[in-house]
């Protein structure tokens, strides 16, 4: 099992900046990948963003690239997501994810933390 626990959400005004973290903790030697998703009042959740854990590949949803940016530290088995120039449409629920396999769904999720920007 892989535990994952986010800090870091809150306020911010548009054109602001926030950074997200994940800790990582269990069987963190079985991720291959790990990512960002959100979930905003009303709407499903979707994908924001993914790090290959071991080579730091990256991939990003149209609607963030350019503002957000996803690394890791491997050392810390922690992962961020730096979100930049955001926007009102950005809040949300966001959640941290970890993968077993690159092909397979996410595995374990974190219980998610909330994102608000105010125009």
């Known amino acids: 099992q892989v535990q994952l626990v986010e800090s870091g959400g809150g306020l911010v005004q548009a054109g602001g900046s926030l950074r997200l973290s994940c800790a990582a903790s269990g069987r963190t030697f079985s991720i291959s990948r790990m990512g960002w998703f959100r979930q905003a009042p009303g709407k499903e959740r979707e994908f924001v963003a993914q790090?290959?854990?071991?080579?730091?590949?990256?991939f990003y949803a149209d609607s963030v690239k350019g503002r957000f940016t996803i690394s890791r530290d491997n050392a810390k088995n922690t992962l961020y997501l730096q979100m930049d120039t955001l926007k009102p449409e950005d809040t949300a629920i966001y959640h941290c994810?970890?993968?077993?396999?690159?092909?397979?769904?996410?595995?374990?999720w974190g219980q998610g933390l909330q994102v608000t920007v105010s125009s």
């Open positions: 790090i290959t854990w071991r080579d730091g590949s990256t």
């Open positions: 994810a970890a993968a077993a396999s690159m092909l397979r769904p996410y595995d374990y």
